[in-house]
Structures are given as structure tokens and as C-alpha cells.
Antibody
Framework: EVQLVESGGGLVQPGRSLRLSCAAS????????MHWVRQAPGKGLEWVSG????????GYADSVKGRFTISRDNAKNSLYLQMNSLRAEDTALYYC???????????WGQGTLVTVSS | QSALTQPASVSGSPGQSITISCTGT?????????VSWYQQHPGKAPKLMIY???KRPSGVSNRFSGSKSGNTASLTISGLQAEDEADYYC??????????FGGGTKLTVL
């Protein structure tokens, strides 16, 4: 059974940093691209970032480009999102998701909540 | 990276069929056959219902179908059931090698 467990969320002041982690199990992690998707309270889904199976390719939404960095450690079956210069508008539930093919996300974690507030 | 355009809400009675549209541009929906649809119930993670425009993952009811014409993709749910009431999101690959979601559509089963 595929399991994706996010961690690292919390309350952080504007301008500070936070690192999210996603622990994967139940599948061959280094066979799949991975993504981060967020959802602000009461709002819709927003794709944040994606990374290929071998970290050779990464992509970011314009709203986070230059501030967020996605990475993965295939030896540890883990996905990360380094978030710098956080803003109030980054407040959201952050989901880790497994790319089955062409960006279709079959498996999702339960999310980790990031709140940016002073 | 503008969000894809979906109607804010649609509704239908049990047994009826409804269609949710998802409009983009030639740089996303119209340019690639990489459109997915997700169902999200309150407080739950999204669930993949359709991928690659019209393919259904294993376990998804065949009452759900997808299609695309030009820059607009569509999700059709036939034989509407109470448990179909949820939020639905489309997503597409883009020419910038990124992905974009639609704003979401709230489906109400009357």
C-alpha cells in the first residue's frame, strides 16, 4: 500500500523559513516523479512544485519560484520542500503526491499545515 | 500560469448526468493530452478520477468520463449519486513544463 506522510508544517513568522518532508513507502520511490500541491484554507488546489525521479528536472509555480526549492533523497525514500521568505499567502495545507504518469497524481498524503503569521 | 477556468458550481438530481468544463489555452489544455480530474470531499485529500484526458484509474466508476475539444476539457458524471457531491478540479500540463489546476467546481446533488 502506498503511503505518503508529510511533516514539518507549523506556525512561522513572515520572512522566515520552513522545510517540509514527505516520507514515502509501499512503492519504488525512485521510479516516480513527485509533486507538492497546496490548498489555502477554503480555497482550491494549487500546484507548487515537481521533481523528476532522478532530480534531473524540477519545476515551480510562479508564485514560489526563487523562494521554494524541491529536492528528494531516493536512498531515504523522502521528498522535501525548502520554503524561504515565507509570506502570509503561503499559508496552506501542503500535500505530497506521487506522479503516476504525465502529472496525474494517483496517491496523496494527508497534508501538513503551514501557517505564516506574526 | 493562470488557473484553468471552471464553473464555480453545478448541480443535478440523482440519476441525471452533469458535465463540468475546464477551459485553458493552447499552452496547456489545448496543447497536451495531459488533463486530469480530481474529486475532493470536505476534509479529505483529492482523489484522481480521470487522467490523460479520458482514462480512468482502476477502481473509479465508469460513470465518470473525460473528454477534450480544443482548449476545453470536460468531466461528465452520469447516473448522479449522492456520494458524488464534492469539489472537482481539473489540471493540465503546460508549455512551461509546469502544471496548473482549475479553480474548482462544487457539485451539489439535489
Amino acid at each position: 500500500e502506498v503511503q505518503l506522510v508529510e511533516s514539518g508544517g507549523g506556525l512561522v513568522q513572515p520572512g522566515r523559513s520552513l522545510r517540509l518532508s514527505c516520507a514515502a513507502s509501499g512503492f519504488t520511490f525512485d521510479d516516480y516523479a513527485m509533486h507538492w500541491v497546496r490548498q489555502a484554507p477554503g480555497k482550491g488546489l494549487e500546484w507548487v512544485s515537481g521533481i523528476s525521479w532522478n532530480s534531473g528536472s524540477t519545476g515551480y509555480a510562479d508564485s514560489v519560484k526563487g523562494r521554494f526549492t524541491i529536492s528528494r533523497d531516493n536512498a531515504k525514500n523522502s521528498l522535501y520542500l525548502q520554503m524561504n521568505s515565507l509570506r502570509a499567502e503561503d499559508t496552506a495545507l501542503y500535500y505530497c503526491a506521487k506522479d503516476t504518469s504525465s502529472g496525474s497524481l494517483l496517491d496523496w498524503g494527508q497534508g501538513t499545515l503551514v501557517t505564516v503569521s506574526s | 500560469q493562470s488557473a484553468l477556468t471552471q464553473p464555480a458550481s453545478v448541480s443535478g438530481s440523482p440519476g441525471q448526468s452533469i458535465t463540468i468544463s475546464c477551459t485553458g489555452t493552447s499552452s496547456d489544455v489545448g496543447g497536451y493530452n495531459y488533463v486530469s480530474w480530481y474529486q475532493q470531499h470536505p476534509g479529505k485529500a483529492p482523489k484522481l478520477m480521470i487522467y490523460d484526458v479520458s482514462k480512468r484509474p482502476s477502481g473509479v466508476s465508469n460513470r465518470f468520463s473525460g473528454s477534450k475539444s480544443g482548449n476545453t476539457a470536460s468531466l461528465t458524471i452520469s447516473g448522479l449519486q449522492a456520494e458524488d457531491e464534492a469539489d472537482y478540479y481539473c489540471s493540465s500540463y503546460t508549455s512551461s513544463s509546469t502544471w496548473v489546476f482549475g479553480g474548482g467546481t462544487k457539485l451539489t446533488v439535489l
